[in-house]
């Protein structure tokens, strides 16, 4: 029986480039859409936000002269590459699924409707988010954190590829590193911990939506997160 009823499952860009870096592994995005498959299957109504660093990151962009807002609009269309390609590994394998972005683009995607997004989700249908909120200086955390409060999402899966929780150092410099089990948001924010941008903190603390940081190369994690399994870190509004 699954734990929760409607979650938004927040994938890295960097997630589906695997071990090579770059780029989107096949590999990689055919394993994410058998793990969304399952949980589909338990009968969760599942909504995706993609990033786009494996492609572009337009941070790096801005640091290297290029305009902050051109650059993060980069961002954005590399983050409806990844969202097409992740819904051509689900229909692939029988998952119906709708890509609705936040800047317009009727040729390859809905629209981005709230509305419509859960009349999707309600008729079991996998929604992603694609192009981010549709506004530079913002990340694709904050889309996770904008789009679960507006779809009423009860849980934020953000699924990892390098760690499989929250540390307090980094674990791959520092074998010292304590891995977290809970966490408020208040931790997040004041420890400086680094998991989402403060905007998108603040967005799930005010909103209280929980948050559950895990590894994604593991497969099978996606559908234990959902089972309520004790797996990666959870992150708590401060009640």
Same mark, same amino acid.
């Given at each position: 029986? !699954? #734990? *929760?009823?409607?979650?938004?499952? #927040?994938?890295?860009?960097?997630?589906?480039?695997?071990?090579?870096? @770059?780029?989107?592994?096949?590999?990689?995005?055919?394993?994410?859409?058998?793990?969304?498959?399952?949980?589909?299957?338990?009968?969760?109504?599942?909504?995706?936000?993609?990033?786009?660093?494996?492609?572009?990151?337009?941070?790096?962009?801005?640091? #290297?002269?290029?305009? %902050?807002?051109?650059?993060? *609009?980069?961002?954005? &269309?590399?983050?409806?590459?990844?969202?097409?390609?992740?819904?051509?590994?689900?229909?692939?394998?029988?998952?119906?699924?709708?890509?609705?972005? !936040?800047?317009?683009?009727?040729?390859?995607?809905?629209? @981005?409707?709230?509305? #419509?997004?859960? %009349?999707? &989700?309600?008729?079991?249908?996998?929604?992603?988010?694609?192009?981010?909120?549709?506004?530079? @200086?913002? !990340?694709?955390?904050?889309?996770?954190? &904008?789009?679960?409060?507006?779809?009423?999402?009860?849980?934020? &899966?953000?699924?990892?590829?390098?760690?499989?929780?929250?540390?307090?150092?980094?674990?791959?410099?520092?074998? $010292?590193?304590?891995? *977290? %089990?809970?966490?408020?948001?208040?931790?997040l924010l004041n420890d400086g911990l680094g998991v989402m941008d403060y905007t998108? !903190?603040?967005?799930?603390? $005010?909103?209280?939506?929980?948050?559950?940081?895990?590894?994604?190369?593991?497969?099978?994690?996606?559908?234990?997160?959902?089972?309520?399994?004790?797996?990666?870190?959870?992150? %708590?509004?401060?009640?």
């Amino acid at each position: 029986m !699954s #734990k *929760y009823r409607r979650v938004v499952l #927040k994938l890295s860009g960097e997630a589906l480039a695997g071990r090579q870096g @770059y780029g989107i592994s096949p590999d990689v995005i055919q394993s994410v859409a058998l793990q969304i498959k399952e949980i589909v299957e338990l009968g969760v109504e599942v909504a995706v936000v993609v990033g786009g660093g494996n492609i572009w990151r337009g941070m790096a962009g801005s640091a #290297k002269g290029m305009d %902050r807002a051109t650059a993060d *609009y980069m961002g954005m &269309l590399a983050t409806v590459m990844n969202s097409l390609a992740l819904q051509d590994s689900l229909e692939k394998n029988n998952v119906e699924t709708r890509v609705q972005t !936040s800047i317009e683009m009727r040729q390859v995607a809905e629209p @981005y409707i709230r509305r #419509k997004a859960i %009349r999707h &989700l309600e008729k079991k249908r996998v929604v992603i988010f694609a192009a981010g909120t549709g506004n530079p @200086y913002f !990340s694709t955390d904050t889309t996770a954190a &904008l789009r679960a409060a507006e779809i009423e999402a009860e849980v934020i &899966l953000m699924a990892k590829n390098k760690v499989d929780g929250v540390y307090d150092k980094d674990p791959s410099i520092d074998r $010292d590193a304590k891995k *977290y %089990r809970e966490l408020t948001y208040l931790d997040l924010l004041n420890d400086g911990l680094g998991v989402m941008d403060y905007t998108a !903190s603040t967005l799930c603390m $005010d909103n209280n939506i929980p948050l559950l940081v895990f590894s994604i190369m593991e497969e099978g994690n996606i559908k234990k997160a959902v089972l309520g399994e004790e797996i990666g870190t959870i992150v %708590r509004g401060n009640d």
